[in-house]
């Protein structure tokens, strides 16, 4: 039986091969969006969580003008990291209401932007201080993030939940402090996002608990103060890492916060996941431009580190995703096909510096010139972060559903 990484990578291979026909003689490559593959993701988040809960997309994540108006046609949310995603949501047709936004540097003068723009959006303040910048009657609705100080086992890099952590309100500050913060603020909303790639729920279930903790001693406060307003919305972020093998992760995480944090369910949820949702729902493929007799066999490709920014910069490589390679005929071919001679190749980038490897020694079939490297798993957090690095074109974004195909946008200069 073939693997779901197999499965995913075979998937994607016959993305590209639909989306050949489409193609102009200077598109060296693609990115493609699988938009059941998508939906199926979508689909298992909802069914992870009461039917009450609302999901927003991170933008961040994939932040496609087409992706963002496919995602509000379906009901979602999204989740915004600066005034700029804010924009592009609404011009995506987002309503205020279906926005958060998250920024931890938002200026003064982004505020009265969201006061005058954003009526009944959720910002979530990073900080006390920020807090004190916002309007004595707000328009939106005032959420204040808390960092719950838990063991995440995320990535270094995507660790957000460690004492010297940037966001948020640590959850070890004097409880007075905090509580008096959001009563004169008028917080009505608490906010966590732990981290990202975090690799089991574990940490989230525990941050939820503290997140209602301090909900519930914040509105006893209130309550002892004689203050009608209370913490009416929990958004408890994203951060979930992505499953080749379905929903096991994200529907464990839902049926351990109705057992053991049932309580969080009495609030208004929201959720602000990314990676999980996005990530296999993507693919790219590379037409190889040459291939040549090195140290060790070289394969020369039109995607590097300006796609794949976090895996050659961080220097994990990009071998984990799944390989195909797309014969220019459209015969699909992958290594352990039967019959398929294999080779090790040093897959390297486009870009003008040594360390812009995709994989060396990635065991492919033999590769020539002309073939398609298909790469499965490779929609979250990629096209987001384009490198101008050398200023070479973005590709062709296409989206695929039941079959069909249709071209997002066109190769363009990054602009
Ligand atoms: C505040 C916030 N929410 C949600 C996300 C999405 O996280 P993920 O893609 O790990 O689900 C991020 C990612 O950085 C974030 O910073």
Same mark, same amino acid.
Request: charged letters at 20%; one cysteine or more; a negative charge.
């Given at each position: 039986m073939r693997s779901s990484l197999d499965q995913r990578t075979r998937a994607a291979a016959a993305s590209l091969v639909a989306t050949l026909p489409l193609r102009?003689?200077?598109? *060296?490559a693609f990115i493609g969006v699988d938009l059941d593959v998508l939906g199926a993701q979508l689909a298992s988040l909802r069914n992870a969580f009461p039917d009450s809960v609302r999901h927003s997309i991170a933008i961040k994540t994939m932040p496609h003008p087409e992706m963002l108006a496919h995602l509000i046609d379906l009901g979602f949310g999204l989740e915004a990291a600066s005034l700029e995603e804010v924009q592009l949501a609404l011009a995506a047709g987002a309503a205020p209401s279906d926005l958060i936004f998250d920024s931890p540097v938002k200026t003064r003068s982004e505020i009265a932007w969201c006061q005058a723009n954003l009526p009944g959006a959720l910002l979530n303040a990073n900080s006390i201080a920020e807090l004190h910048r916002y309007p004595a009657s707000p328009s939106f609705q005032v959420g204040l993030r808390i960092n719950p100080e838990v063991a995440t086992g995320a990535p270094t890099e995507f660790?957000?939940?460690?004492?010297?952590?940037?966001?948020?309100?640590?959850?070890? *500050?004097?409880r007075p402090v905090l509580v008096d913060a959001c009563i004169d603020a008028g917080v009505t909303a608490l906010h966590m996002h732990i981290g990202s790639q975090v690799p089991t729920c574990d940490a989230h279930v525990e941050a939820v608990g503290r997140l209602l903790d301090v909900a519930a001693e914040l509105d006893a406060v209130r309550a002892e103060r004689r203050d009608d307003r209370r913490i009416t919305t929990l958004d408890i972020g994203g951060g979930m890492r992505s499953e080749v093998d379905g929903d096991a992760v994200m529907s464990l995480y839902g049926q351990r916060l109705r057992a053991e944090?049932?309580?969080?369910?009495d609030y208004d949820v929201r959720t602000e996941f990314g990676q999980w949702v996005q990530a296999n729902a993507g693919w790219a493929a590379t037409r190889i431009e040459s291939v040549e007799e090195r140290a060790a066999p070289m394969a020369f490709v039109h995607l590097g580190a300006d796609y794949f920014v976090r895996d050659v910069y961080g220097a994990s490589g990009a071998s984990s995703y799944g390989f195909a390679v797309v014969r220019p005929d459209g015969r699909v071919a992958m290594a352990g096909d039967d019959a398929e001679a294999t080779r090790p190749y040093d897959v390297v980038g486009p870009l003008c510096f040594a360390g812009d490897v995709l994989a060396r020694d990635l065991v492919l079939p033999e590769l020539d010139e002309g073939d398609w490297l298909v790469i499965a798993? *490779?929609?979250?957090n990629t096209l987001g972060l384009w490198s101008r690095h050398c200023g070479r074109a973005v590709p062709k974004v296409v989206a695929s559903a039941g079959g069909d195909c249709v071209v997002w946008s066109g190769r363009r200069l990054p602009s």
């Amino acid at each position: 039986m073939r693997s779901s990484l197999d499965q995913r990578t075979r998937a994607a291979a016959a993305s590209l091969v639909a989306t050949l026909p489409l193609r102009s003689d200077d598109d *060296t490559a693609f990115i493609g969006v699988d938009l059941d593959v998508l939906g199926a993701q979508l689909a298992s988040l909802r069914n992870a969580f009461p039917d009450s809960v609302r999901h927003s997309i991170a933008i961040k994540t994939m932040p496609h003008p087409e992706m963002l108006a496919h995602l509000i046609d379906l009901g979602f949310g999204l989740e915004a990291a600066s005034l700029e995603e804010v924009q592009l949501a609404l011009a995506a047709g987002a309503a205020p209401s279906d926005l958060i936004f998250d920024s931890p540097v938002k200026t003064r003068s982004e505020i009265a932007w969201c006061q005058a723009n954003l009526p009944g959006a959720l910002l979530n303040a990073n900080s006390i201080a920020e807090l004190h910048r916002y309007p004595a009657s707000p328009s939106f609705q005032v959420g204040l993030r808390i960092n719950p100080e838990v063991a995440t086992g995320a990535p270094t890099e995507f660790d957000v939940s460690g004492e010297r952590s940037k966001f948020g309100v640590a959850i070890s *500050t004097p409880r007075p402090v905090l509580v008096d913060a959001c009563i004169d603020a008028g917080v009505t909303a608490l906010h966590m996002h732990i981290g990202s790639q975090v690799p089991t729920c574990d940490a989230h279930v525990e941050a939820v608990g503290r997140l209602l903790d301090v909900a519930a001693e914040l509105d006893a406060v209130r309550a002892e103060r004689r203050d009608d307003r209370r913490i009416t919305t929990l958004d408890i972020g994203g951060g979930m890492r992505s499953e080749v093998d379905g929903d096991a992760v994200m529907s464990l995480y839902g049926q351990r916060l109705r057992a053991e944090r049932p309580s969080l369910f009495d609030y208004d949820v929201r959720t602000e996941f990314g990676q999980w949702v996005q990530a296999n729902a993507g693919w790219a493929a590379t037409r190889i431009e040459s291939v040549e007799e090195r140290a060790a066999p070289m394969a020369f490709v039109h995607l590097g580190a300006d796609y794949f920014v976090r895996d050659v910069y961080g220097a994990s490589g990009a071998s984990s995703y799944g390989f195909a390679v797309v014969r220019p005929d459209g015969r699909v071919a992958m290594a352990g096909d039967d019959a398929e001679a294999t080779r090790p190749y040093d897959v390297v980038g486009p870009l003008c510096f040594a360390g812009d490897v995709l994989a060396r020694d990635l065991v492919l079939p033999e590769l020539d010139e002309g073939d398609w490297l298909v790469i499965a798993g *490779t929609g979250a957090n990629t096209l987001g972060l384009w490198s101008r690095h050398c200023g070479r074109a973005v590709p062709k974004v296409v989206a695929s559903a039941g079959g069909d195909c249709v071209v997002w946008s066109g190769r363009r200069l990054p602009s």
